[in-house]
């Protein structure tokens, strides 16, 4: 996590919380937990199979550590933009006004590490969001430029969740792509 700026802070109450957080965070561990004890059974297997005198030994090593070790690329690939919070970021001492938010909202997006026990922010301006349909369907939001990491964010958000707060951010990002479902304005 990034410590915020100075005059910065965020919203008490999230506008959004990922139904499935516990779930993706569950997901990400046990694909670790399998890949270790993937690699420890077969690193055994090769042993007993050595000691055995058993022909190509690390062969059953191999058997054993390529299937259990194989899901983790694929679960953390495909849960990686999965996001469990949104919060909105406010600047100390100036008010709100609806054409202020419309002009240059910030949310902050908390998405979970590659561990799935910690999770860190993502600071995105509501203008550069857009909805894309990418992953098979695990990604349907993507910043368009990040100045951190130079290139395209991508998230997962499920739609209809959050009431209408969010909805009214859904309305503005389905208008910055191009969908009319009339939800802005």
Not at 6 to 24: D, I, K, R, V
Not at 62 to 82: D, E, G, N, R
């Amino acid at each position: 996590k990034r410590p915020l700026r100075e005059g910065e802070f965020l919203a008490n109450q999230p506008l959004y919380t990922g139904p499935s957080a516990f779930h993706a965070a569950t997901l990400r561990r046990f694909g670790w937990i399998s890949a270790v004890v993937g690699i420890y059974v077969g690193k055994l297997s090769a042993g007993a199979a050595a000691a055995s005198g058993a022909y190509m030994p690390a062969l059953y090593g191999l058997a054993v550590a390529v299937p259990l070790t194989l899901p983790l690329p694929f679960i953390l690939w495909f849960s990686a933009p999965y996001v469990t919070r949104i919060y909105r970021l406010y600047r100390r001492g100036e008010t709100d006004t609806v054409a202020k938010l419309e002009k240059d909202e910030r949310l902050v997006f908390e998405t979970l590490t590659a561990s799935g026990r910690k999770t860190y922010n993502t600071e995105v301006p509501l203008k550069d969001l857009r909805i894309v349909n990418k992953r098979h369907g695990w990604v349907n939001l993507e910043l368009q430029y990040d100045d951190k990491k130079g290139q395209k964010s991508q998230f997962y958000v499920q739609d209809n969740i959050g009431g209408y707060k969010m909805d009214r951010i859904w309305g503005i990002i389905e208008n910055n792509s191009g969908i009319d479902n009339g939800r802005y304005n």
